[in-house]
């Protein structure tokens, strides 16, 4: 089983739509959480880091189910700037955990 | 500011013809490491080096060294590449285990 998993879409949504992206991890000590977006032959830039208790950055939110071991990034009202790709980030060890990324297509 | 920089950033480059691409954080980063990116398998470690001296293999280190003789640069080197190393590849660092990654901007490496 891969550490980090992620359905590589691609998603293509209208403008304004809501999308929600999951990802699975496979090992449970995992203590650290992320969402990165990466951009067409871009670095990665970290989007957000993933709490526990879920949190929410504008029209992102992430939240994390330890029981199921997966963490699941929404996001609201859909823009064309959101066209990237998404990559889930369980780092364990250290310098691994990237998930291949879900490709996300707002269409106007 | 805060960065991690790769060079060069783009290279076309013969079979067999030994190149170092560099990599250097501003950051006083522990954790450093290399990754390529090929289309449709994301990104895959090279090398990875927990501190000064402290390097080791990741998933795909063939054709690949690495050194680690400075905290803030951990040079990549193709002793004699090939075309199958063809690659996007990028530097990265991170301050601890559970902490974020900062990227370097890619290096966009060609073997012809």
């Known amino acids: 089983r891969k550490e980090v998993e992620q359905d590589p879409g691609p998603f293509n949504v209208p403008e304004g739509a809501t999308v929600a992206f999951n990802c699975t991890y496979s090992?449970?000590?995992?203590?650290?959480f992320f969402w990165y977006r990466q951009d067409c032959r871009k670095e990665p830039k970290l989007l957000m880091s993933v709490y526990s208790s879920g949190n929410e950055d504008g029209r992102f939110t992430a939240q994390l189910n330890r029981a199921s071991q997966y963490i699941s990034l929404l996001i609201r009202d859909s823009k064309l700037s959101d066209s990237a790709t998404y990559l889930c980030v369980v780092p364990l060890p250290p310098t691994r955990g990237f998930g291949a990324g879900t490709i996300l297509r707002v269409k106007s | 500011e805060a960065q991690v920089t790769q060079n060069p950033r783009y290279l076309i480059t013969v079979t067999g013809k030994k190149l170092t691409v560099t990599c250097s954080q501003n950051m006083n980063h522990e954790y450093m490491s290399w990754y390529r990116q090929d289309p449709g398998l994301g990104l895959r470690q090279i090398y990875y080096?927990?501190?000064?001296?402290?390097?080791d293999k990741g998933d795909v280190p063939e054709g690949y060294k690495v050194s680690r003789k400075e905290k803030r640069n951990f040079p990549l080197i193709l002793e004699s590449p090939s075309p199958n190393q063809t690659s996007l590849y990028f530097c990265?660092?991170?301050?601890?285990?559970?902490?974020?990654?900062?990227f370097g901007q890619g290096t966009r490496l060609t073997v012809v």
């Open positions: 990265a660092s991170k301050k601890g285990p559970n902490t974020e990654a900062f």
């Open positions: 080096s927990m501190n000064v001296e402290v390097t």
């Open positions: 090992n449970s000590a995992s203590q650290s």
